[in-house]
Each structure stands twice: as structure tokens, then as C-alpha cells.
């Protein structure tokens, strides 16, 4: 009489428990994942649609974005692994959401302090618009 090997073993009623449990959390995780990716996507492409923070009209909106996007961030700390590939499409995809933002007025001052210090002296004692 041949016995089964273990493995083979039919399964009982534990063990239809924990292949439940375990599609279960697959499929919660694959909605999590979803989830994230569309809340960051959307927040960043809201908050690139909102970029002039000096308008305060525009300022609800890009908190509104920022929100969205931490929300997606704090649903991604409750991901158990990411695939790589998925990680970086994400990571380049959220990038060019912001392309099309402008940089603020600090980009200027921060390309005149190393300016500055290329010429060897300290951009901290010398003012933008301080006299020659």
C-alpha cells in the first residue's frame, strides 16, 4: 500500500483556513498597492498643477496634493515587499509629474553662493545685492 508523502496529504480545515487568509492577504495587499500608486500619482500631479505657492489661491490646492501624496506614502509603510521594477517606474513616473514645475527664486540665489564660492569667498558675507 503506498502512503502519500506529506505534502500530498489532503488538506483539512486549518489548512484551507490559512489558504484563505493567505488570498486574502495577497488580494488586500495588491489593493494597498493600487492604492498607494494612485494617491501619489494624483497628488503629484495636483500638486504640479498648484505650484505657484505665492498665489494664495493656488495654496489650498498644493496642500490638498501634498496631503494626497502623504496619504499614499503612510499606505506604502503597510506594504509588506515591492518588486523593484515597480518601485523605480513609480519613483521616474512620479518624477515627471513634476516636470512641468517651475523652480522657486532659492535656485538663483543657491547658483550665485556657489558662484561665489568657486571665486573663493564666503557667500555668507556677501550679500546678493550688497555694493561691489
Known sequence: MNMPAPAELPI???????????????????ALLVATIVLLTAGAVWVARHDDVSNHAMLAGFYLGIAGMGAGFLLALRLRRIS????????????????????GPDVYRYVWEGYIQNQGFDPYSHAPDAAA
Open 12 to 30: 483539512g480545515v486549518e489548512g484551507l483556513r490559512h489558504r484563505k487568509a493567505n488570498f486574502l492577504s495577497r488580494y488586500r495587499q495588491a
Open 84 to 103: 523593484w521594477p515597480l518601485f523605480w517606474l513609480v519613483a521616474i513616473g512620479l518624477r515627471v509629474a513634476f516636470f512641468p514645475m517651475t523652480p
